[in-house]
């Protein structure tokens, strides 16, 4: 362990008037309320907390401090009476210095956003092995994309004749489903809603989450409904597996 120096060597206890003279001459320093234990420990421990108490108590009882109890904490103070008035010109003094300090303040206050808000960017932007990371994905996800397109670049049909025939037969069985859902649906809800104004049916939908055809539902109804005759269903239904 280094010896002790001069500049971390704890100050030594202090006793009788220097202990009286350092606990009042903090309390009136500060001019605000402490208790015991916050004195002792912010004139770091040269006077003990029951010391300082004892101090304090006799100095209010002189009226020297304000004594305050809150609970089973007392709390002393300064006799604001008793403090002398300042000079206006310290007075000045001090608001010019705080006007410097709050004017410092906003400059060092912008500066550390500017500060913060560059560190934010050099903290999102990927490191180089995150770069190479992605490039590798990237390359990967192109690798995967050319393969789809050999066969096609090939001549091969994108989609199987055999394929295009299931498609509509699961689009025709599962829209078959979904209107016998769709008018048992409308009929409940009309029949809870037939005496409800507009804007209470409204909420009551969006209070239980119904969600209505999207513009691309009625959009795909329009395009592939059953009066709708595309290419395709035009030659499903010659092939007998329509209607």
Known sequence: MPPTTATNKPEKSLKGKEAEDRVI??????????????????????????????????????????????????LFVANQSNLEDMAP??????TNEVDVLTESNKALSAKSKSLTQDLNKIKSTPTN????????????HVNIALAQL???????????????????YNWKKYRAEW????????????????????????????DLGVEWDSEEHVALEIRMGPNAMTTHRRKYTSHGYGN
């Open 25 to 74: 001459g903090y309390l009136k320093e500060m001019n605000r309320p402490f208790g015991a234990a916050d004195i002792s420990a912010n004139i770091k421990g040269v006077v003990s907390k029951p010391a300082v108490q004892k101090i304090l108590v006799a100095a209010a009882e002189r009226g020297e401090v304000t004594q305050k109890a809150y609970g089973k904490v007392l």
């Open 150 to 168: 050999h066969p096609l670049r090939q001549g091969a049909p994108a989609v199987t004749q055999a394929e295009l025939d299931q498609m509509e």
């Open 179 to 206: 209107i016998i859902r769709k008018k048992i649906f409308r009929e409940v809800w009309t029949t809870f809603t037939g005496d409800m104004a507009p804007s209470e049916v409204t909420e009551l939908a969006e």
């Open 129 to 140: 092995e995150d770069l190479a990371t992605s490039l590798n994905s990237a390359r990967e």
């Open 89 to 94: 010109d310290r007075v000045q003094e001090l």
